[in-house]
Each structure stands twice: as structure tokens, then as C-alpha cells.
């Protein structure tokens, strides 16, 4: 996003201390940054939030002094009320310090960025404060107010959340992991398992699980004598696929049923959904597929990746009483890099803030007179670019500011994307961006998807087209893109499209076992340590020396 000098009025910081830390700032109702901190100091899931809190302010070009309130957040037991954390030597007085309801905070942020005067809203993560797991809202104009959910004397285990972390620990991976074991779902049989894992009491999720992590799963098969296969197979025994089938079939009931009867009880049939459930794109597609809602909106920072903006919309609305509706366009938050830090760097000016720059992979670079042009022939030429445009992503997403991109025709460009560039497993999809108003040739729907939240069926005429893009199911994790939203990623699609008749490319993050890349330097040193053929950046195009 392009920064406007800002009337220093109301500013609030938003603050999130747990895993996937990071720092937002609103001035005047309005979110004008962030980021979360795995970018910054380059380790995945973060805690912290220093370098997020100081990034945040010299993007916006502000000072601790112009600070009207810090609004910090967490997981389990809830902070003090005026926690200060590593910011209490900053010397601003204790009641510029509040803090935030985890679950209210992911509230806050879908609710205020959706496009609803009303709604209900939906909340599932691993765990919130306390023992939460789901909470249930009514989002009306200006009032949020909590209409129920988990008990409170519930252990967290039974939670959606937290029984799909259970699983996908079980399967081998951390509990941020989960986009994993959906992944390796479509590979599986879930009719090989009839044990319901969850049911409904009233509006209460009751799980099957009484333990958290691995044990809970293998404690709960013991108890039914289900056999499982071992643990930590990451998708290498049949058994765990069909495992993995399991719990996701699961979760998409449940979550079914519990919003079915939401919209029963409160009469709200547009949905606001946060929580790092809401990241689960096959199981929002089959609440989309069902209609038990007419639209659903979540906020592409679905994790706690979004607390921050959620903490300082709500600090906001403490100070001001209001949040201007502004409804959101885009998911890029972190600040833009001009053409004189970018070239302070393509020329070695400066010492690299990514230290672990190959130097001995020598590279050349040059000024291109339309770089969607240029990179659209690489593209259909059958070459790997990385991707860096404008401001970064706040999402685990890639939506064409810091992407790797290849051309979706080409199978082989996906195998090698996972096997060289990414280093990622086997089964794990990749997904397409597309001009919006070429979704519905391809795609089952006509809906704008913008965020790749929703995993579509490709129509059946289509699939010997785009298989590079296209899950064992048939589905594709879809970004629909507009040149209002998008102008220079739409350009390089249009060229692409003008090329091949294909309105689409492969985007995946721009990383490999990393965070994804937020400066330049991150950009080339990535790129320099890959196999990926040329990288497109601001209007520059680089490439290695043979």
C-alpha cells in the first residue's frame, strides 16, 4: 500500500505476544499497516513483536510519543489488564496499555474488515484465553456482543481446533501445520473410520478427544481398538491418509451442523469467520457449497497472524466509541520498498540485513520497460519467477506481492517447484491466480474468492488445461484477481493470458522452509539459493550468470 503523510490523531497499536506475533497500527479507525514477526526475524510461527512494533512505526513514519494505546493479546491466561511486555522501557504510562479477549479480538477483525452492517459471527482456533475454543457473536452496525459457545470448564482438547492439531501432530507436524494433513486428506478414505469425533449439546462442540497433541489421538484409539498406523508417518502409511481423511470429514460435519443451527437460532445468514479453523479452504468450500449462509467473509489473516489488527480495532473502539466501516480490499499490510533501496541492494551498497546471502552465485539484473510483459513470456516460456511487488502479505497466503509464480500447464514445473524450489511434501497442491472474470469458464462458481480461502471444483472440460494447479480431488485453492485490487499482478496475468488463452498462473509464497520473503534482500538471497530461473522485482528483472 502507498503511505500518505497522516494527521496524527487517534493511534493505536495492536500487539500480539503469542506464537505468530506481530504488530498493526489503525489511525483513525482505519488498519494502515502490519506484520507479523516470523518476516522480520526469518524464524517460522514467531512469538514476539518487537521488530513488528518498530517496522510498523517507521513505515507510517511515527513516534512512540504519538501512541494513543497499545493493545496486547495472547493465548491460555489472559495478559493484565495494563501489561507492558518488552515495551515498558519505551517510558509510555501504564494506561496506554489495555489488553484484549483472544477470541473477541479475532471478532473484531473479521467482523470491522467484512463488508456486513450484520452478521453473525464464528470464532475457532486451537485455544483462546482460558479454555475457549469456539465463541459465537452477533455483529450488529457498531456492537459485537458474544452469544455463546465452548464451556468454559471444557479442556481445550474436545475443541475443533485443537482435535485437528491433535491429529495433525499424530500425522508428524506442529499444531501450525494443520494446512498439511487437509492437503493429504483428499488422498485418503474416510469411510474407513465411523467413530463421530464430535457432537453438538445445544450450541456446544463436545469432542471425542479427553487429551491434546499426539497423546489424545492415540488414547482415543486405543479406546474404539482403531488402528491408526504409527505415528509421525507424514503421510508415508496408507492408514495415516486415511486418518487424515478422517478428521477432516469430521471437522467439515461439525462445522455443518454447529453453523446450521446458528442461523437457526440467531436469523443471521451472512457469516464473519476468524480463528485458524477458518483457514481449512475445503471445509469453507462445503459451507459455501451448502448455502446455510447467502455470504461468507474471513479476513485472509484468519490465524492469530490477525490479532494484532483485531487488537488495535479494538483499542480503537475503546478510545473512540466507533470504527468507520471500511471494508477490505486487499491483504497487503507491510510496507513498500522504493526503487532506491531495491537498486542499494541489486548493487551490493549496503550491508545485507539477510546475511546468509550465496555470494558466490553471481547474478545480473535490468531495468525492464513493462516487467508483466517480460515476466508473462518467461512464464509461458516455461520458466520459474519470483515474484516481488508492493507491500507484503499479512496471511500465510501469496497474493501477488511476494509470490513464486510458473506457468499452471505445465505439470512437471509443479513437481519441480516442490522437489527443488520448495522442498515441500509430496502431496501438498498448488494453487492458481485468475482474472475474475474468467473464473467461471474454469472454476464451478462465479464468486469473487479473492484470498484463497475457498477450495473450487475445476469444471471437467478444464482439467487436461490448468493440472498443475489441481488438487487430487479436483479442486484448485482459487485467487480470483481484479486490476482495482491488484493492478500490476492483474497486467502480468492479462499478458500471460494473451500468450497462452490461459487467464491463470501458478502462485505459491514466495519462500523455501522459510518465512515468506519481506525485503529485497530476503528476495534475492532466496532466489540466489534456489533453483528458481529469474526474479521479477519492482521493475527490475534478475537472473544468475551461467
Not at 500480539?16 to 499497516?33: F, K, L, S, Y
Not at 482460558?130 to 457498531?142: A, K, V
Not at 490465524?303 to 473502539?317: E, H, P, T, V, W
Request: charged share 25%.
Amino acid at each position: 500500500m502507498n503511505y500518505q503523510p497522516i494527521s496524527k490523531n487517534t493511534i493505536v497499536v495492536g500487539v500480539n505476544e503469542g506464537h505468530d506475533g506481530g504488530a498493526a497500527i489503525v489511525v483513525d479507525g482505519i488498519v494502515r499497516c502490519a506484520i507479523s514477526e516470523e518476516k522480520l526475524n526469518r524464524k517460522k510461527y514467531s512469538p514476539g513483536y518487537l521488530n513488528s512494533f518498530f517496522y510498523c512505526l517507521n513505515a507510517l513514519n511515527l513516534k512512540v510519543k504519538d501512541i494513543s494505546l497499545i493493545v496486547f493479546s495472547n493465548y491460555g491466561k489472559r495478559l493484565p489488564e495494563h501489561y507492558q511486555g518488552m515495551l515498558k522501557s519505551l517510558g509510555i504510562p501504564p494506561k496506554k496499555f489495555i489488553t484484549a479477549d483472544h477470541h473477541l479480538s479475532h471478532a473484531f477483525g473479521a467482523y470491522f474488515l467484512s463488508p456486513f452492517d450484520e452478521a453473525l459471527i464464528l470464532v475457532i482456533d486451537g485455544q483462546g484465553n482460558g479454555n475457549d475454543t469456539e465463541s459465537y457473536y452477533i455483529g450488529e452496525g457498531q456492537r459485537i456482543e458474544k452469544i455463546g459457545g465452548n464451556s468454559p470448564n471444557q479442556v481445550p482438547a474436545k475443541g475443533i481446533g485443537r482435535t485437528y492439531e491433535a491429529f495433525t501432530n499424530f500425522l508428524g507436524w506442529i499444531d501450525q501445520e494443520a494446512g498439511k494433513t487437509m492437503a493429504l486428506a483428499a488422498y485418503g478414505d474416510a469411510s474407513k473410520i465411523s467413530i463421530p469425533l464430535f457432537r453438538l449439546k445445544g450450541l456446544k462442540v463436545i469432542g471425542a478427544l479427553d487429551y491434546k497433541y499426539e497423546r489424545g489421538v492415540i488414547e482415543f484409539a486405543k479406546r474404539y481398538s482403531l488402528d491408526f498406523g504409527p505415528s509421525y508417518s507424514r503421510g508415508n502409511n496408507p492408514k495415516s491418509i486415511d486418518v487424515a481423511a478422517y478428521v477432516q470429514k469430521e471437522v467439515e460435519r461439525i462445522l455443518i451442523e454447529l453453523i446450521t443451527k446458528l442461523v437457526e437460532n440467531t436469523g443471521k445468514r451472512k457469516l464473519c469467520y476468524a480463528g485458524g479453523v477458518a483457514l481449512n479452504c475445503v471445509a469453507n468450500y462445503k459451507l459455501f457449497q451448502k448455502r446455510i449462509v447467502d455470504d461468507i467473509f474471513i479476513l485472509p489473516a484468519a490465524s492469530d497472524k490477525g490479532q494484532a489488527i483485531g487488537n488495535a480495532l479494538y483499542g480503537f473502539y475503546k478510545l473512540e466509541g466507533y470504527i468507520p466501516r471500511q471494508p477490505l480490499r486487499n491483504d497487503y499490510f507491510g510496507r513498500e520498498y522504493s526503487e532506491k533501496e531495491i537498486l542499494s541492494v541489486l548493487k551490493g551498497e549496503k550491508v545485507y540485513i539477510e546475511k546468509h546471502i550465496p555470494t558466490q552465485r553471481q547474478f545480473l539484473f535490468e531495468r525492464q520497460n513493462s516487467i508483466p510483459k517480460t515476466a508473462a513470456q518467461l512464464l509461458a516460456d516455461g520458466k520459474i519467477i519470483g515474484w516481488f511487488q508492493g507491500g507484503s502479505e499479512l496471511g500465510p497466503r501469496a497474493l501477488g506481492h511476494r509470490s513464486i509464480l510458473c506457468d499452471p500447464r505445465n505439470i512437471k514445473l509443479k513437481n519441480q517447484l516442490n522437489e527443488k524450489i520448495k522442498h515441500r511434501e509430496w502431496f501438498r497442491p498448488f494453487a492458481p491466480s485468475c482474472l475474475l472474470e474468467k473464473t467461471p469458464e474454469y472454476f464451478a462458481y462465479d464468486n469473487s474468492f479473492p484470498y484463497m480461502l475457498f477450495a473450487l471444483p475445476v469444471k471437467s472440460d478444464k482439467k487436461t488445461k490448468i493440472p498443475a494447479v489441481i488438487h487430487i480431488n479436483g479442486t484448485s485453492r482459487i485467487q480470483t484477481v481484479t486490476k482495482e485490487d491488484n493492478d500490476i499482478f492483474f497486467d502480468l496475468i492479462k499478458e500471460f493470458y494473451n500468450i497462452t488463452g490461459i487467464p491463470m498462473i501458478l502462485n505459491t509464497s514466495f519462500n523455501s522452509q522459510e518465512p515468506i520473503v519481506e525485503t529485497p534482500e530476503h528476495a534475492l538471497s532466496t532466489f540466489l539459493k534456489t533453483e528458481m530461473d529469474y526474479l521479477a522485482i519492482n521493475d527490475f528483472l534478475v537472473w544468475k550468470k551461467k
